[in-house]
């Protein structure tokens, strides 16, 4: 069983930066992808990004592209979403999830973080 943490949340002004972590315990993290997906108010959950085990493939939607980056360090069970040039399509509640394989499609991740809020507004 993964247990997932993510932290890193909240406001932003549109073109700011942050970085969220999403740290796993109870499991072996090098074991599996991961991805962060995220779901804003009144729309369903997309996919944001994803990361296979050793960091050598991302995937990341047409939305976030050039701005988010993706990243993992094994050695600290840690995974993270560096999201630069924020836009307020952005504010959603982010959660990443521990799948088995770098992928876009979230009902094949078996482990979720709770979410946390990011919000863009000026």
């Known amino acids: 069983q993964v247990q997932l943490v993510e932290s890193g949340e909240g406001v932003e002004q549109p073109g700011g930066s942050l970085r969220l972590s999403c740290e796993a315990s109870?499991?072996?993290?090098?074991?599996?992808?991961m991805g962060w997906f995220r779901q804003a108010p009144g729309k369903e959950r997309e996919f944001v990004a994803s990361?296979?085990?050793?960091?050598?493939?991302?995937y990341y939607a047409d939305s976030v592209k050039g701005r988010f980056t993706i990243s993992r360090d094994n050695a600290k069970n840690t995974v993270y979403l560096q999201m630069n040039s924020l836009e307020p399509e952005d504010t959603a509640v982010y959660s990443c999830?521990?799948?088995?394989?770098?992928?876009?499609?979230?009902?094949?991740?078996?482990?979720w973080g709770q979410g946390t809020q990011v919000t863009v507004s000026s």
């Open positions: 999830a521990a799948c088995p394989m770098a992928t876009r499609n979230s009902k094949i991740c078996s482990y």
């Open positions: 109870g499991g072996t993290f090098s074991r599996y992808a």
């Open positions: 990361i296979n085990w050793s960091g050598g493939i991302t």
